[in-house]
């Protein structure tokens, strides 16, 4: 089910990685936790710093707590 916040959809795969990118681990990490090679997860990321309009992982991880995705 896709994840709707300030009018910017998240599929499944995109919000499991940015819960994941949330975390400690790093980006090779978080491709073999999805199942997914390294460039996929950088696909994901490029594509969310796009779309979210932010410049970094930590720009990702203020989005995600700021609408909900990752809770504290």
Do not use: H
Not at 16 to 43: H, K, N
Not at 62 to 67: E, F, Q, S
């Amino acid at each position: 089910m896709p994840v709707q916040r300030n009018s910017v959809k998240l599929n499944q795969r995109e919000t499991q990685f940015l819960q994941l990118a949330c975390s400690e681990l790093t980006y090779v990490q978080i491709a073999d936790q999805m199942c997914v090679s390294p460039r996929t997860v950088d696909g994901y990321r490029e594509s969310l710093f796009d779309r979210l309009q932010v410049k970094s992982r930590v720009g990702l991880a203020l989005w995600a707590v700021r609408t909900g995705v990752v809770a504290l």
